[in-house]
């Protein structure tokens, strides 16, 4: 296993793709402190930036230990092994990623597990805006994999999400689940306004309250639990609506009965 | 300026008849010359090498508010291509469509020394000439759309054909341009109106006119003003089934026109023109009946418009034609119908091999291409960036020159696709000498650009080396080879001056943007009348509208005696 430890705080965004397990398989410290990253406009070593550490044990892992949330696209594509980020990260973490775990104790940028396909990404803090989604313009959503948000996340999370999970503790921001066609979205508190708009497909459920309910979406029923994944049901009732109907759209909000009494109008057309 | 002597080099130069002699090309003041002083010339040393005159484009669209807006809308093509300067080069970005700077410069690496940027509505003619100025290491030239412009359209309409052409004159000169470009004609004026034109015979409304009025009054106008290039023409029902009828039609409409033998017309990005079937799913084909009729005739020149696999943007003036593709696609699309002096659309495409309609395509321009028998009268394109990126150069290349190549591509096509596909029953590869007819000598020609396409005395000294040994290498066998060559010249030379080297940037310099000063017998009036509908219906002054001799950073008037 590597441990990266930064040498200084980062004055300039970093953009260190190289920080990923299948770069680093199979060299050498020396080897990889001499990989290439961009600091600002400069071109230095991996080695200027972090201090580089082998630790003895044979799991292909990379440790970073400090705050590096200045340092973009650690992860990027990987398809195997474990990041443990002891600390904030950057941008663009574990970007269209298929396969491997990254664990962020600290809070995660924007991007973060942008289009991935497989994997696993676990932050212990609060993530920002784009969680999941495609850069912007880009349709190519995230495919699959989990994500598991212990905080709060930003605006425009899971857009144009087309399968996977992700798992938020906290509240979301406005334009959660935009354009999704496929694919479970689940926040244990409230989301922002705006919720699943031009969504064709998928699932998006809240348990806390909703600011406000896009009007192109109708209600179904009420639902007591909904299944998110394998392993874990939601507890309801929720209001199960159905959208958007602006883009003839057959994604399903599910929205919880009792943290939204504003909602109670719509039993009337049930 | 430095002499260069170029020497023992493996020289194609279709317009003067050289078909790979070895020999030296000598170069002074930026020109072909005889000899130069063979102790004080550079010389470059090219045994074993192939040397061509600088790659010449015929129909690319690097620059312009229709480019500029399709940059706008795609930072996701953008991040995926993202270019770094060097102490040499400016920063920029790929993909589809790329910075002005990146355009230059990938253009160059090709051994490409000219490009035509073939789309410009005269209301963004500052805006294109602006672009045109930063796109170095390029000579260029645009073109004007002028097939559903008011004032053309009307003189038409009155029989009028001598007041037409002193108005596409004074036109030429108002927005620097090079020849007379016609979009989906008829079609645009009628999509302000939400509607479109479905053959060349369906009546343009208010005006009363046809698609056959406008192309062959068009002609007659291009032939009285004795302009270098024929009309440059986009056809009716482009992407749509069945378009071929219409493609011959049109055709057959300008051989009126035709009395001399000589081109009166170029039908650009003809593979999109070419679909037989009556819908998406039996779309097949129409290359075989196309390639008849243009075996049979000389009164046209074609270009590809040839389909690369790529997430690319599509982007033209013939607006209602991408609404359709919005309706199938359901992407992000901008479109603009009233203001411009035509409409427009770009959306974003992505060409795959398993689309059956896709590969169909792709299929349906490398058959044009084998199928019609002269070089001379079809090019190489790929409509850049509506087919795919000019970048892609290489690959069409080694489609054209290998069977082996075609084959290993359409072998990863989509099965329907497969079996409706000429290629295999094709066995012509084209050598090194007709390629150098398709990328450079007869785009040259069909422009009518005296100094470009050729390495005769008096010349303009644009000249690429590629490394090939025609004696050596089989470039139907080792076709990635040739791909490799062709996408990274030894040697680009722009106006005697080497410009790229090993396939670097060695040197940046300003191309040329030519222009059409066209004399006329009368000095061109413009009345009150006309002052009067600018200020009714355009969204600037009269006094605002012209491109300023300013605009244009390195001009190269080209004068032209009409005959009227």
Redesign the interface.
């Known amino acids: 296993m590597i441990v990266l430890t930064p040498l200084g705080k980062f004055r300039f965004p970093v953009h260190a793709e190289c920080i990923n397990p299948d770069v680093f398989k199979e060299k050498s410290v020396a080897e990889i402190a001499s990989l290439s990253v961009w600091e600002g406009n400069r071109k230095k070593k991996l080695g200027d930036l972090f201090k580089i550490e082998e630790v003895s044990d044979e799991t292909l892992g990379i440790t970073i230990n400090g705050d590096v949330s200045k340092v973009r696209r650690v992860g990027q594509g990987m398809k195997a092994g474990e990041i443990v980020i002891n600390g904030n990260a950057g941008m663009h973490l574990g970007e269209k990623m298929a396969g491997g775990k990254i664990t962020v104790n600290g809070n995660a940028g924007g991007w973060t597990g942008s289009s991935m396909k497989k994997g696993l990404i676990e932050i212990h803090g609060d993530a920002s805006d784009y969680l999941a989604s495609p850069y912007r313009g880009s349709t190519d959503g995230m495919k699959g994999g989990r994500i598991v948000v212990d905080g709060n996340v930003g605006s425009d999370s899971g857009c144009y999400l087309r399968g996977g999970v992700i798992i938020v503790r906290g509240k979301a921001g406005p334009f959660l689940g935009f354009h999704i066609s496929k694919g479970v979205i689940y926040v244990e508190k409230s989301a922002g306004n705006r919720l699943g708009a031009s969504m064709t497909g998928g699932k998006i459920v809240v348990s806390g309250a909703i600011d406000e309910l896009m009007p192109t979406f109708t209600i179904a029923g009420v639902k007591a639990k909904v299944k998110i994944d394998e392993t874990f049901k939601a507890q309801g009732p929720f209001y199960v609506f159905l959208g958007d109907l602006a883009e003839k759209g057959n994604g399903k909000l599910f929205v919880s009965k009792n943290s939204n009494s504003h909602l109670k109008q719509y039993e009337k057309f049930l | 300026m430095a002499e260069i002597l170029i020497e023992n080099g493996f020289v194609f130069d279709p317009l003067n008849g050289i078909n790979g002699e070895r020999m030296d090309i000598a170069i002074k003041n930026g020109k072909i010359v005889r000899s130069v002083n063979t102790q004080k010339a550079k010389k470059i040393n090219a045994a074993g090498l192939t040397v061509m005159p600088g790659g010449v484009d015929v129909h690319t669209h690097v620059a312009g508010h229709e480019v500029n807006t399709g940059r706008m809308?795609?930072?996701?093509?953008h991040?995926k291509d993202v270019v770094r300067k060097t102490g040499l080069t400016r920063s920029g970005v790929g993909y589809s469509i790329p910075t002005t700077f990146v355009t230059g410069y990938r253009y160059s690496k090709m051994g490409y020394t000219t490009v035509m940027n073939p789309s410009m509505a005269p209301l963004g003619a500052k805006h294109t000439h602006e672009e045109l100025n930063d796109i170095p290491m390029l000579d260029k030239a645009t073109f004007p759309l002028l097939g559903d412009w008011w004032f053309v359209l009307e003189n038409l309409q009155k029989g009028d054909l001598e007041g037409c052409a002193r108005h596409v004159a004074w036109m030429m000169e108002t927005t620097k341009g090079y020849a007379i470009k016609i979009v989906n004609p008829g079609g645009l004026e009628s999509w302000g109106f939400g509607r479109n034109v479905h053959s060349i015979d369906d009546v343009v409304p208010n005006f009363d006119i046809t698609p056959r009025d406008i192309m062959c009054g068009l002609a007659k106008v291009n032939k009285m003003l004795n302009l270098p290039h024929t009309i440059h023409l986009h056809t009716n029902n482009l992407g749509i089934p069945g378009n071929y009828v219409t493609t011959l039609e049109t055709m057959k409409a300008l051989e009126s026109v035709a009395t001399d033998g000589k081109p009166v017309a170029h039908i650009t990005h003809v593979q999109f023109s070419s679909f037989a079937g009556d819908n998406w799913g039996n779309l097949r084909s129409g290359a075989e009946e196309i390639s008849k009729y243009i075996n049979n005739h000389s009164h046209m020149t074609l270009d590809m418009g040839q389909i690369i696999f790529s997430d690319t943007t599509t982007m033209t003036a013939d607006g209602p034609f991408e609404f359709t593709l919005y309706q199938l696609s359901g992407?992000?699309w901008v479109n603009s119908d009233v203001e411009t002096e035509t409409s427009g659309g770009i959306i974003p495409m992505h060409y795959k091999r398993k689309s059956a309609v896709n590969a169909t395509q792709w299929s349906i321009g490398l058959e044009l291409a084998l199928l019609i028998k002269d070089p001379w009268k079809i090019f190489m394109t790929t409509d850049h960036p509506n087919a795919g990126p000019f970048f892609e150069y290489p690959k069409i290349l080694a489609w054209l020159t290998s069977k082996k190549a075609r084959l290993a591509t359409l072998a990863k096509c989509h099965k329907k696709a497969q079996k409706k596909s000429l290629l295999p029953s094709i066995n012509r590869e084209l050598s090194l000498y007709e390629l150098a007819v398709v990328t450079r000598a007869g785009q040259a020609k069909a422009l009518g650009l005296k100094g470009k396409g050729h390495l005769g005395v008096g010349a303009d000294a644009d000249v690429a080396i590629y490394n090939i040994n025609p004696e050596t290498l089989d470039i139907a066998k080792k076709y990635k080879t040739a791909r490799k060559a062709f996408g990274s010249a030894v040697y680009t030379i722009k106006d005697g001056q080497v410009v790229v080297k090993d396939g670097e940037i060695v040197q940046t310099v300003d191309g040329r943007t030519m222009w059409l000063d066209i004399e006329t017998a009368e000095e061109i009036e413009i009345g009150e009348e006309m002052k009067r509908k600018f200020k009714q219906y355009w969204t600037v002054e009269y006094e605002n509208y012209p491109v300023f001799d300013h605009y244009v950073k390195v001009p190269e008037a080209i004068t032209v005696k009409a005959s009227v």
């Open positions: 809308i795609r930072p996701e093509d991040v992407r992000k």
